[in-house]
Each structure stands twice: as structure tokens, then as C-alpha cells.
């Protein structure tokens, strides 16, 4: 038995749906930590549970909340305005890069207790990466 071309549209659309259901939770779990990071004194960040921001310089903090923001907005804005929509994969595989970093960073510090974060922002950095390079890429404008 072979698909239909409806069944196959169908397919397609299920995976864009997906794929932009794990864009948007990407950007909004990364933008509510930029947020955070970037306008909060640290003390609160520390009593939030992000105890590394008390040895951490501010500047480190606030980059890595700018970082965030970028990756967010990239993860979103170029994919919705399908201007130089490759773009998305960037900015999915450079939030995949901040969690390469913080994984053995927080394992290091003894923080193992909140893996579970980061391995809920690696799936979906990978799923959206995988999505928009291979499974669903959005074309560019015309």
C-alpha cells in the first residue's frame, strides 16, 4: 500500500507544527532565562537556584543573557519572516553550544541536581536543528 499525496501533506505539516511548537518553546524557555540573567541582581538569581552567579563576574552573566536573547530571537525571526531562514539552524546549533558549556560546567561544580534543565534545552535545540536543516527547512523568500 502506498501514501497518498493528502497523507503525505498531512505528514508534512504534522512535523511543521512540531518543529515550530519546539522553536517557539525553545526561544521562550531561553528568553525567561535572559531575562532573568540579564535584569536581576544576582543575589536573587542565587536564591533562584542559580547559586554559580555568585562566583561568576557580572559580565559573564550578562553575556551569557545576551547570548541567550540572540539565540531566541534567531531561533524565531528568521524562520517567520523566511529572511535567510538558514539562520535558524545557526542559532539552534549556538544555544546547542551554550549547553555544551554549561552541562560540564554545572557537573563540575557539583550541581548535578539541574541536568535535567539543560537536557530539556538540548533536546529541543536538536530537535529544532534536526527539524529545520533536514525534516522541514523553510525557503527562503522569493
Known amino acids: 500500500m502506498t501514501m497518498t499525496s493528502t497523507a503525505v501533506a498531512s505528514s508534512g505539516r504534522s ?70 531562514p538558514h539562520l535558524t539552524v545557526w542559532a539552534a546549533t549556538g544555544l546547542l553550544a551554550i549547553q555544551a558549556l554549561a552541562i560540564p560546567f554545572h557537573l563540575i561544580r557539583g550541581e548535578a541536581h539541574v541536568l535535567g534543565f539543560n537536557l530539556v534545552y538540548v533536546t529541543l535545540a536538536v530537535f529544532v536543528l534536526w527539524g529545520r536543516a533536514r525534516k522541514a527547512p523553510i525557503a527562503p523568500r522569493a
Open 15 to 84: 512535523w511543521t507544527i512540531a518543529i515550530w511548537a519546539g522553536q517557539i518553546a525553545l526561544a521562550a524557555l531561553y528568553l525567561m532565562a535572559a531575562y532573568m540573567k540579564g535584569t536581576m541582581p544576582i543575589a536573587d538569581l542565587a536564591r533562584m537556584g542559580m547559586g554559580w552567579t555568585t562566583g561568576a563576574p557580572i559580565w559573564l552573566v550578562r553575556g551569557i543573557a545576551l547570548m541567550e536573547f540572540l539565540g531566541a530571537v534567531g531561533v524565531i525571526l528568521p524562520a517567520a519572516t523566511r529572511i535567510m
